[in-house]
């Protein structure tokens, strides 16, 4: 395993971009039933509590920018552990941080997109669940497995293409 200089603490700062991400996809939206921490007449009585905070203005424009700033660190952080830790010379780790921060520069954040670091995060969820079902129950219906997987990559692709036709 590569680097380890800072105790991979980069990942740290990554999963904190990946909060404020979700907490913007979330703003304003419904707080599915099974996240509620109240009984059903609770949320009757108080509707507004059945949904999550709302940013918007200056607030929303501030977490895009925490987000970017947050994402740009991991990757310093990241390329700098690798050189520190003899992974990387002066050469590759020059070339490296470059690379991975064109790649930044070209992500556009909206509240509707997926990182591509969080669509991974999906995937390797569900491969967990799968497997745990399996090692449980030694039945798994694959296909629905897959099928699922499916849905979830169409549903992206839906969500990309929004986003692109917001551009």
């Known amino acids: 395993m590569s680097g380890g ?32 921490w109240n009984d059903k007449e609770w949320y009757e009585k108080h509707p507004e509590d059945g949904f999550y905070d709302t940013y918007d203005g200056e607030i929303k424009k501030r977490f895009e920018e925490a987000i970017k700033v947050l ?10 552990d690798w050189y520190l830790s003899g992974d990387d010379g002066e050469e590759s780790f020059l070339k490296r941080l470059k690379e991975d921060l064109s790649k930044l520069d070209d992500v556009v954040i909206h509240v509707v997109s997926k990182s591509v670091n969080m669509e991974l995060d999906k995937k390797l969820i569900i491969d967990e669940l799968v497997t ?36």
Request: glycine share 4%.
């Open 5 to 36: 200089r800072f105790e991979y603490a980069q990942y740290k700062i990554g999963e904190i971009a990946k909060d404020i991400e979700v907490a913007l996809e979330r703003s304003g939206t419904e707080i599915p039933i099974k996240e509620r």
């Open 71 to 80: 994402k740009k660190a991991e990757i310093y952080a990241q390329r700098i």
């Open 132 to 167: 745990k079902l399996a090692e449980k129950d030694n039945r798994i219906d694959l296909n629905a497995y897959y099928r699922g997987l499916d849905d979830m990559y169409d549903a992206i692709d839906k969500l990309k293409t929004k986003t692109e036709w917001e551009r």
